[in-house]
T-cell receptor
Framework: SAVISQKPSRDICQRGTSLTIQCQVDSQVTMMFWYRQQPGQSLTLIATANQGSEATYESGFVIDKFPISRPNLTFSTLTVSNMSPEDSSIYLC??????????FGPGTRLTVT | GQQLNQSPQSMFIQEGEDVSMNCTSSSIFNTWLWYKQDPGEGPVLLIALYKAGELTSNGRLTAQFGITRKDSFLNISASIPSDVGIYFCAGSGGGADGLTFGKGTHLIIQP
């Protein structure tokens, strides 16, 4: 499976600011996804990052709050905008080579104060 | 939206015991996946199931895709201390779809 890295691994941010999270894969992949895992909870899909076009967002998530870029087949970014304490979560990217299997990065642990 | 009911929520077992957990859905999935998440890490894929009725093994792990495509179970035989963690089931409608996750089963092993 692909090696997936995320930067930063963790951060503490003040409310009202924005943080951009990077996801890098060591090989080209067809699909990239972004998930949120709130403290002690399961994973929830935020959006599918589409290469060369706008991301596809799930119900409850909007582009103004979570803008996503995917400039090529190995890289994507997720920005958490105008943060509030409710945005404190683990943010994870996952990748798929076109099969149904998805592989996850290590996650970015965000705390908003 | 789709929801997955995963049970049990937590399990306290003795080392060497067998473990069983399951997931049910209100909707049909084309793929069932089982993941394990250790503290501070991302989920790691354990088993993927593609066909209704399919039974797949990976070492001490065995998983089955329910015949109705609305459920799946995961069994772990002869548990060892490194099996401790949170196990998640996940369903997918297709290759381009994101995953819907269950709430997780916390496995705690008492020596």
């Amino acid at each position: 499976s692909a090696v997936i890295s995320q930067k930063p691994s963790r951060d503490i941010c003040q409310r009202g600011t924005s943080l951009t999270i990077q996801c890098q894969v060591d090989s080209q992949v067809t699909m990239m996804f972004w998930y949120r895992q709130q403290p002690g909870q399961s994973l929830t899909l935020i959006a599918t990052a589409n290469q060369g076009s706008e991301a596809t967002y799930e119900s409850g998530f909007v582009i103004d709050k979570f803008p996503i870029s995917r400039p090529n087949l190995t890289f994507s970014t997720l920005t958490v905008s105008n943060m509030s304490p409710e945005d404190s979560s683990i943010y994870l990217c996952s990748v798929s080579g076109g099969s149904y299997e998805q592989y996850f990065g290590p996650g970015t642990r965000l705390t908003v104060t | 939206g789709q929801q997955l009911n995963q049970s049990p929520q937590s399990m306290f077992i003795q080392e060497g015991e067998d473990v069983s957990m399951n997931c049910t859905s209100s909707s049909i999935f084309n793929t069932w996946l089982w993941y394990k998440q250790d503290p501070g890490e991302g989920p790691v894929l354990l088993i993927a199931l593609y066909k209704a009725g399919e039974l797949t093994s990976n070492g001490r792990l065995t998983a089955q895709f329910g015949i109705t495509r609305k459920d799946s179970f995961l069994n772990i035989s002869a548990s060892i201390p490194s099996d401790v963690g949170i196990y998640f089931c996940a369903g997918s409608g297709g290759g381009a779809d994101g995953l819907t996750f269950g709430k997780g089963t916390h496995l705690i092993i008492q020596p």
